[in-house]
């Protein structure tokens, strides 16, 4: 037999052991118990994680990617502002430190479209109709559009809601 039909059977042989060790091993991964010191959260989406009680000082590491706010009975709501890793500490009154957890922000989960008109980009949620969704890194033109659309009815509403209180109240 050949040498070169040799060489390229074992490197068969090998490549089908090797799959069929990570096809063993694959649901062991899955099933790998999540790390308890990592918070993971979707982009504009918030959790609720509980911490000890006498949490009196919360500090972010980077801002831009999670909010850490601090609720009564130690409670916190971590929601995820931009894509990445970071952390945050918790601190007691005489600033010992009582957590330190990296809060991982990952991509929406939910069914998105998107859409390149050259290098400008459109995301869209379509479940079930297709509307747009504003995610980071969409075209600023259609950000924008988006953006100022959802504020003219964040003010409509509100200001609908203000009137309907004057109406309400007894003069």
Do not use: H
């Not at 118990?33 to 504009?44: C, L």
């Not at 400008?120 to 988006?146: H, K």
């Not at 409509?156 to 004057?166: E, N, T």
């Amino acid at each position: 037999m050949p040498l070169k039909s040799q060489r390229s059977r074992a490197r068969a042989r090998f490549g089908l052991r090797s799959l069929a060790t990570a096809m063993l091993l694959w649901p062991a991964v899955c099933l790998a118990a999540p790390d308890p010191d990592r918070i993971a959260v979707y982009v504009d989406q918030a959790k609720l994680v509980k911490l000890p009680a006498k949490v009196s000082t919360i500090v972010v590491g980077n801002p831009l990617i999670a909010d850490v706010t601090l609720q009564s009975g130690g409670i916190v709501v971590v929601t995820g502002k931009g894509y990445g890793a970071t952390n945050f500490i918790a601190m007691d009154r005489n600033g010992e430190v009582l957590v330190d957890r990296q809060i991982q922000v990952e991509g929406p989960s939910d069914q998105l479209v998107t859409v390149y008109r050259g290098v400008e980009r459109e995301s869209y949620s379509c479940m079930p109709v297709c509307q747009r969704r504003i995610t980071l890194g969409d075209g600023v033109g259609y950000f924008r559009a988006a953006i100022d659309q959802a504020g003219s009815l964040s003010s409509q509403a509100s200001g609908s809601a203000a009137a309907a209180a004057a109406a309400a109240k007894p003069n």
